[in-house]
């Protein structure tokens, strides 16, 4: 863990390789976990959803799934930490009342925030608040008792529940236990269980008087929270290169589990902590499109609005022998599939993922192949989900996203590019401005035109096309002048007009 007044780092290791990195800035506004006093801007029945007003540049959406409904007793609980609301279809009717029968616009409601703003969306919002803790997640509006899936073992989990519910009082608000809980003792439960309300005692009187949009409750930051739902004695060890920071996780963890405080240490080396394991070079490499496998094939990786895709190639693997390349190609797809998994959680990818593994004729290949790609996303915390492989030989699979990427927190849209990542080539630039030297010709408003380009596209008139300016010259009648500009963009061009050059580009140019 590394922490700076501008930012806070967790990395995780897992067998001496990176599997995950989580960043938070004070500039990016984390909100997942915030609870906020909303105003209703509008309803919209033909969606079942509402905008809600929190006081953000955009407006949350709130889906009628999210409003509050009766929980009921379910052995799958999911273990929702600091993502705000619970998980989703559990304890709620298949059918929802109609939105605008539970709010109108202009109310005001207490909503939880549990995706962040990604992209040209707003926030995500539930009206389902839960408050975490380290052993259990309180739930104010509900009865509901469960139990995380991720604790195996009927009798453990009987046990656990039991317990629950012996600590519950009447209309004081339910709970899930958490993995970490597991072995926890009834007066820590109960204890965290008591703290957690008072907690959700001193929201409500805050919510009451404030007027909305406000905030009333903020989830812990980056750091705390992840020890606080994370660590526990499976972690071998916690490195912090922050005294501040170790001496706040210091103080928790000794007040909720001493037993693992000798786990957490302070990072004093004059090398800093990420370069010492080597998570800095590693952090690089998630930025990358392509990522070579090790038995030498590699994937692809493209992010597009509506979906990744990840495209599997066998590259220089061919097998130990040319005989079997169906083995060859299994081999390479269970390769691909190990790292997919771990890029999905490197580089924090969300939404729908669309995999183009290789064509595998053996349907006994291909269901060893989704058997192990389940398995692998099963260590994953996001929700992950994934389906049959397709007659197209594709796997397509969800992952739960709360915000935004790896990639889109530390990257911005290419100024020369527009972000699809690629540019016009200066032979395509220079017939672009042939066409528009042909427009501004008919227009018969121009007499003398000064072409301004990248010394690459001059570069290319002068080589391949030098005749191009005395044959437009003679085409459209004007006093044309190529000028090359280091300063500017490769495929990018401007016409200036006249003595005093005005730039009339926009006006001839096709947009």
């Known amino acids: 863990m590394s922490a700076t007044p501008q930012e806070s780092w967790v990395a995780l290791v897992e ?8 960043l938070d800035r004070p500039d990016q506004g984390r909100m997942v976990g915030d609870i906020f006093l909303g105003r209703v801007e509008a309803v919209l029945p033909g969606i079942q959803a509402a905008f809600v007003d929190i006081g953000t540049d955009k407006a949350g959406f709130l889906h009628v799934s999210d409003l509050n409904y009766e929980g009921v007793e379910d052995d799958d609980d999911e273990d929702s930490g600091n993502s705000g609301g619970r998980g989703r279809g559990r304890g709620r009717p298949d059918k929802y009342p109609p939105i605008q029968e539970h709010i109108q616009k202009g109310q005001t409601l207490l909503v939880q925030v549990t995706k962040e703003p990604i992209s040209t969306k707003g926030p995500r919002l539930t009206a389902q608040i839960s408050l975490p803790g380290r052993f259990l997640v309180y739930m ?3 009865a509901h008792v469960g139990v995380s ?12 529940r039991k317990m629950a519910k012996q600590i519950v009082k009447p209309d004081a608000g ?8 597991e072995e926890v003792t009834k007066s820590k439960l109960e204890n965290e269980y008591n703290l957690l309300h008072q907690s959700w005692t001193k929201i409500q009187k ?18 705390s929270g992840v020890i606080r739902d994370l660590f526990s004695d499976k972690f071998d060890a916690v490195r912090i290169d922050s005294k501040a920071m170790y001496d706040e996780v210091a103080a928790y963890v000794q007040s909720v589990d001493p037993d693992l405080l000798d786990r957490i240490h302070l990072h004093q080396e004059e090398i800093g902590l990420f370069d010492k394991h080597g998570v800095e070079e590693e952090l690089q490499q998630a930025f990358q499109r ?11 990786i493209e992010a597009t609005e509506a979906l990744v895709s990840i495209d599997v190639n066998t590259g220089r693997f061919t097998g130990k022998g040319k005989k079997d390349p169906e083995e060859t190609i299994l081999r390479t797809n269970l390769d691909a599939a190990h790292e997919i998994a771990k890029q999905l959680r490197l580089r924090d990818i969300g939404g729908i993922i669309v995999v183009d593994f290789i064509d ?12 192990e790609m389940r398995s692998l996303l099963g260590r994953d915390r996001a929700r992950t989900k994934a389906f049959e492989v397709s007659a197209l030989g594709l796997v397509e699979m969800t992952r739960q996203r709360t915000r935004p990427s790896l990639f889109q927190s530390l990257t911005s849209i290419c100024g020369s590019c527009g972000g699809v990542g690629r540019i016009y080539t200066p032979a395509t630039v220079v017939r672009r401005i042939e066409r528009s030297l042909k427009r501004a010709a008919l227009g018969k408003e121009e007499k003398r035109i000064v072409v301004r380009v990248h010394p690459e596209v001059a570069l290319r008139v002068i080589e391949e096309e030098p005749g191009l300016l005395k044959r437009l010259r003679k085409w459209t009648h004007l006093e044309l002048d190529l000028r ?3 300063l500017m963009r490769q495929d990018e061009f401007r016409l200036l007009s006249g003595p005093a050059e005005t730039d009339v580009t926009d006006k001839y140019v096709a947009a």
């Open 149 to 160: 899936r991720k604790i195996d073992g009927r009798d453990q989990r009987s046990k656990l």
């Open 484 to 486: 090359d500009d280091p």
């Open 15 to 22: 067998d001496k390789e990176l599997v995950q990195v989580m």
């Open 174 to 181: 339910g709970m899930i236990v958490r993995t970490v809980g």
């Open 290 to 300: 392509t990522v070579v496998l090790k038995s030498g094939g590699h994937i692809v």
């Open 360 to 371: 595998m004729e053996s349907q006994e290949h291909r269901d060893k192949l989704i058997h």
């Open 140 to 142: 104010p509006y509900s």
């Open 206 to 223: 805050r919510s009451k008087s404030q007027s909305a949009p406000a905030s009333v409750h903020r989830e812990a930051q980056l750091i």
